[in-house]
């Protein structure tokens, strides 16, 4: 299984995660959405598409922009359709 650790807490897992470029992306219902707040940052891959920002809040910690999703991605990427995906100090483990 799966999980994505910030703060000492357990903040998504699962046993259906995708793996591209290096990054774990974890399936919209294995978010512990308690912790996610959307942000209003988006950037732009050539092949994904445009990518949506979620911040991350364990107790009063706020960790900006630290997960990602492609809500409606190219053709390319479409299997992974909100999957989220994390960086910025996010520990994934296999």
């Given at each position: 299984?799966?999980?994505?650790?910030?703060?000492?807490v357990?903040?998504?897992?699962?046993?259906?995660?995708?793996?591209?470029?290096?990054?774990?992306y974890?399936?919209?219902?294995?978010?512990?959405?308690?912790?996610?707040?959307?942000?209003?940052?988006?950037?732009?891959?050539?092949?994904?598409?445009t990518?949506?920002?979620?911040?991350?809040?364990?107790?009063?910690?706020?960790?900006?922009?630290?997960?990602?999703?492609?809500?409606?991605?190219?053709?390319?990427?479409?299997?992974?359709?909100?999957?989220?995906?994390?960086?910025?100090?996010?520990?994934?483990?296999?």
């Amino acid at each position: 299984m799966a999980k994505a650790i910030w703060q000492g807490v357990v903040i998504a897992e699962s046993n259906n995660t995708k793996e591209i470029e290096g990054n774990l992306y974890f399936p919209p219902q294995s978010l512990k959405q308690e912790y996610f707040q959307s942000s209003k940052t988006t950037s732009v891959c050539s092949w994904k598409g445009t990518a949506h920002y979620y911040d991350i809040k364990v107790g009063d910690e706020i960790n900006h922009d630290a997960a990602w999703t492609y809500r409606q991605p190219k053709d390319a990427a479409r299997h992974i359709a909100e999957y989220v995906a994390f960086w910025r100090g996010v520990e994934v483990k296999k």
